[in-house]
T-cell receptor
């Protein structure tokens, strides 16, 4: 699975959009981009995933560049409860393990 | 519907004792995964079960660790002769694994193991 690079931490004001970047320049054609988050003392929570098209669900939007070498997770209206570690993971289409890096610590501040 | 459940939520054991951790996946999910997270560390893959296929044990750190999945549902992770470095949160996840592209894993709350 391709490696990802994320900033170690970011701050965001409550009510504003949080834009979390991820670089995955070695991604291959059959690999998806997944985003998970982990709120303190809880198990990781699935957020969204995509292959090459932009995706949106009730939690977030995922913007993938045309060359697929980077992506951005967007939380449109961040709340204090969105404070968590956000993990960007690249993985083949199905089966097998998730490889978690260090992620980005997002702090939403009032 | 019910999510992934794990038991116990907390386990304190003495060094050298054996422990068993249980995972109940989401009903109908054919894939089951075990991970662990040591204090201040990232999540580390341990083992993966998919249907009746042989499990992927590539992440197990030593032969003291084993896992089984009975009847394609409940899984038990066993750690024999526990050591202090085994102290961690052990997380279980399950997924549908439809093979149709994209496969989100749903995690349980974890079991916090402390070896004294």
């Amino acid at each position: 699975d391709a490696k990802t690079t994320q900033p170690p931490s970011m701050d965001c004001a409550e009510g504003r959009a949080a834009n979390l970047p991820c670089n995955h320049s070695t991604i291959s054609g059959n690999e998806y981009v997944y985003w998970y988050r982990q709120i303190h003392s809880q198990g990781p929570q699935y957020i969204i995933h995509g292959l090459k098209n932009n995706e949106t669900n009730e939690m977030a939007s995922l913007i993938i560049t045309e060359d697929r070498k980077s992506s951005t997770l967007i939380l449109p209206h961040a709340t204090l409860r969105d404070t968590a570690v956000y993990y960007c993971i690249v993985r083949a289409s199905y089966g097998n393990k998730l490889v978690f890096g260090a992620g980005t610590i997002l702090r939403v501040k009032s | 519907g019910a999510g992934v459940s794990q038991s116990p939520s907390n386990k304190v054991t003495e060094k050298g004792k054996d422990v068993e951790l249980r995972c109940d996946p989401i009903s109908g999910h054919t894939a089951l995964y075990w991970y662990r997270q040591s204090l201040g560390q990232g999540l580390e893959f341990l083992i993966y079960f998919q249907g009746n296929s042989a499990p992927d044990k590539s992440g197990l750190p030593s032969d003291r660790f084993s896992a089984e999945r009975t009847g394609g549902s409940v899984s038990t992770l066993t750690i024999q002769r526990t050591q202090q470095e085994d102290s961690a949160v052990y997380l279980c996840a399950s997924s549908l694994n439809t093979g149709q592209g994209g496969d989100e894993q749903y995690f349980g709350p974890g079991t916090r193991l402390t070896v004294t």
